[in-house]
């Protein structure tokens, strides 16, 4: 069964940085597109960021230009530099499969998810 583990959240003030990285267990990581979600509080889940097996990246408006996903298919890790943050960016922030723009559903069952918090 795949594992996802997200790590790298914090509390960090406006205009912080902050880097999350997810770790996929199994043997399939490197043929799938794979994405960062986030759930603000009373707030539906959204795919914010995503890139594909070959490297293309796709984001959301909110973070277009301030967030940036890459991937490392040997270490099986997904990561997402998030900069310029603001206060709209807390969320807790999980990684899937998915790719910005398309309707599809996860394929993998969700991780813990990591809490970004970020202060005025």
């Known amino acids: 069964q795949v594992q996802l583990v997200e790590s790298g959240g914090a509390l960090v003030q406006s205009g912080g940085s902050l880097r999350l990285s997810c770790v996929v267990s199994?043997?399939?990581?490197?043929?799938?597109?794979m994405g960062w979600y986030r759930q603000a509080p009373g707030k539906q889940r959204e795919l914010v960021a995503s890139?594909?097996?070959?490297?293309?990246?796709n984001y959301g408006d909110s973070v277009k230009g301030r967030f940036t996903i890459s991937r490392d298919n040997a270490k099986k890790t997904v990561s997402l530099q998030m900069n310029s943050l603001t206060p709209e960016d807390t969320a807790v922030y999980y990684c899937?499969?998915?790719?910005?723009?398309?309707?599809?559903?996860?394929?993998?069952?969700w991780g813990q998810g990591t809490q970004v918090s970020v202060s005025s």
């Open positions: 199994g043997s399939l990581f490197s043929i799938l597109a």
């Open positions: 899937n499969t998915g790719v910005v723009g398309y309707t599809t559903i996860p394929v993998f069952s």
């Open positions: 890139i594909t097996s070959g490297g293309s990246t």
